[in-house]
C-alpha cells in the first residue's frame, strides 16, 4: 500500500531524495517516516513526521537530513544530504495508524566511499 522510490548509489558528500506515497488512501494516520536497516543491524527510525507536523529525526539524521509530507497526497519525502557511507542501507518507509502500521517494500540507499 506504500510505495517507495528514489534510492540508488550516491558518493559520500551526495544527496538523495525519497519519495514513499500511499496507492490507497489511508485514514487516521498518526505519524509518517522512514527507517532503515543495515545488513546485520536492526531496523531504526531515520525520521518521522507526526499528525500536527512535529518531526522526530535520529542523532545520526539532524543537520543532514529532512522529513516532508504531503498530507492530501499521503505522501512522505525524505531529503538526505551529505551521505556518508554508513547511511548505506534498505529504508521502509511507514505509516502508523492506530493499532497497525504500514510499510513500504523499501530502498536500497548505497553510498560509496
Known amino acids: 500500500q506504500l510505495q517507495a522510490s528514489g534510492g540508488g548509489l550516491v558518493q559520500a558528500g551526495g544527496s538523495l531524495r525519497l519519495s514513499c506515497a500511499a496507492s490507497e488512501r489511508i485514514f487516521n494516520i498518526n505519524s509518517m517516516g522512514w527507517y532503515r536497516q543495515a545488513p546485520g543491524k536492526q531496523r531504526e527510525l531515520v525520521a518521522r513526521?507526526?499528525?500536527?507536523?512535529?518531526?522526530n529525526y535520529a542523532d545520526s539524521a539532524k543537520g543532514r537530513f529532512t522529513i516532508s509530507r504531503d498530507n492530501a497526497q499521503d505522501t512522505v519525502y525524505l531529503q538526505m544530504n551529505s551521505l556518508k557511507p554508513e547511511d548505506t542501507a534498505v529504508y521502509y518507509c511507514n505509516a502508523a495508524v492506530i493499532g497497525t502500521n504500514y510499510w513500504g517494500q523499501g530502498t536500497q540507499v548505497t553510498v560509496s566511499s
Open positions: 513526521i507526526i499528525r500536527g507536523g512535529s518531526t
